[in-house]
């Protein structure tokens, strides 16, 4: 499968539907899966780790892939929920207004340690993270935010 600058695409996949996957390192595999669920809902994904190459300016790069993207996932995790990147990467979608959906993904955190800019979203808990991913291939189809 090829790569673009925007992550993979898949086959019948709209570019013009990005989801950004915000998480912790030391979450790496959970984000990989959640990228590869949502590419087969039809969007694309930007996910740092994979996605920014070696000589890229970090800072420059997430801010331009935030501004293109539709939804920005948050993987809230014990080792995310206080993550400065993470909260960076919150706080300038949030600074877009209301030009992206942000969904916080919870695995073994509960309401208490959510950042409070995140408690007002309507976050889905890993088990149910389907349910996210028919809205998500809702959205792609129909084109809505």
Not at 55 to 64: F, H, S, T, Y
Not at 67 to 88: A, C, G, H
Not at 116 to 125: D, F, I, N, T, V
Request: charged share 30%; with cysteine.
């Amino acid at each position: 499968m090829a790569r673009t600058a925007r992550g993979p695409r898949k086959p019948g996949g709209s570019d013009d539907y990005q989801v950004f996957v915000s998480h912790a390192t030391a979450d790496k595999w959970i984000a990989t899966v959640i990228c590869e669920k949502i590419e087969a809902a039809g969007a694309t994904t930007f996910r740092d780790d994979r996605d920014i190459e070696g000589g890229d300016n970090i800072p420059d790069k997430v801010l331009a892939q935030i501004r293109r993207s539709r939804e920005m996932v948050v993987i809230l995790t014990p080792k995310s929920v206080d993550r400065p990147w993470v909260l960076i990467e919150v706080g300038a979608a949030l600074g877009r207004g209301r030009g992206i959906r942000i969904v916080p993904i919870l695995y073994h955190v509960e309401i208490d340690p959510i950042p409070e800019m995140l408690k007002s979203k309507r976050a889905y808990h890993l088990n149910d993270f389907d349910s996210y991913l028919k809205g998500v291939s809702d959205r792609v189809r129909g084109g809505a935010r």
